[in-house]
């Protein structure tokens, strides 16, 4: 085995690791469909103005549930709710995206792009477990991944439109 294959599967062992230690706590709910709609068309209202992220990520479905639960847990699990609306908007906009490339190295290219992206996610919203260690990891850890994927999304959608 190659190293820089041993280093990926060694990642991807801890990436699987971490993922089950966040997931301790999962939302007990899926989005509403007018949740979905709610983030759905504010993303597509602001796609270009630079407001997409401020005005769309967090205060039409993370904020609102956080307000109605009063631990860690719950505010972890607001946010990952979202996050599920965010991140079927990601994988639309990466098929999307995916469609409309014809060159094959340059579909590889954005694969590579993604997979890099990936790493740089998971790797960043994980350290806050081992840089908090205390109740507020778990919502950090979540808000983290909220924030990531939306930010990503909204990227997707713009390279979509170039």
Not at 23 to 36: G, L, M
Not at 37 to 51: N, S, Y
Not at 65 to 94: M, P, Q, S
Request: aromatic share 8%.
């Amino acid at each position: 085995m190659k190293p820089d294959r041993a280093g990926l599967i060694a990642f991807l062992a801890l990436a699987v690791i971490l993922a089950g230690t966040s997931s301790s706590h999962a939302q007990n709910r899926q989005p509403t469909a007018a949740e979905i709609k709610l983030v759905r068309d504010c993303a597509a209202k602001h796609p270009d103005d630079g407001k997409g992220e401020e005005e769309c990520a967090f205060r039409l479905v993370a904020d609102l549930c956080v307000e109605k639960v009063n631990d860690n847990h719950g505010h972890a699990d607001c946010f990952r709710i979202e996050t599920v609306i965010w991140d079927a908007i990601l994988n639309d906009n990466y098929k999307e995206l995916m469609e409309a490339i014809d060159d094959k190295d340059d579909q590889n290219k954005l694969k590579e792009m993604q997979r890099a992206w990936i790493a740089y996610r998971d790797t960043t919203c994980h350290f806050y477990w081992f840089k908090i260690h205390g109740t507020m990891a778990g919502p950090m850890t979540a808000a983290c991944q909220l924030r990531e994927i939306a930010r990503r999304a909204m990227l997707l959608a713009f390279f979509v439109r170039v």
